[in-house]
């Protein structure tokens, strides 16, 4: 029972920036990390920014110096700014929360529907 609602994705040219927004809602009891995944054509989903409740962050070095995580937990939003984009950052990049529900004391993780990102050269 929690939805995870993205936005912000879309099409720029090579060298622009694009800033994605998340927003959870639902019976939710608290969030502990929140993320962003990345999955290009044909290839597996992969890591590309965590952040914990507390602000410590995790990138994956394809995007170290040009994405930076953030969050605002009195919103439950996780946003990604993303900067110097490249055509190799082609995806669909998917939310991901690790949120308790109200109705059950234990962490799952839940994913947003993901949201396109092109970069034309």
């Known amino acids: 029972q929690v939805q995870l609602v993205e936005s912000g994705g879309g099409l720029v040219q090579a060298g622009g920036s694009l800033r994605l927004s998340c927003a959870a809602s639902?019976?939710?009891?608290?969030?502990?990390?929140m993320g962003w995944y990345r999955q290009a054509p044909g290839q597996q989903r992969d890591l590309v920014a965590t952040i914990t409740r507390a602000g410590r962050t995790n990138y994956a070095d394809a995007v170290k110096g040009r994405f930076t995580i953030s969050r605002d937990n009195a919103k439950s939003i996780v946003y990604l700014q993303m900067n110097s984009l490249k055509p190799e950052d082609i995806a669909v990049y998917y939310c991901l929360a690790e949120v308790m529900l109200r109705s059950y004391s234990d962490w799952a993780q839940y994913w947003g529907q993901g949201t396109q990102v092109t970069v034309s050269s």
């Open positions: 639902g019976s939710i009891f608290n969030i502990n990390t």
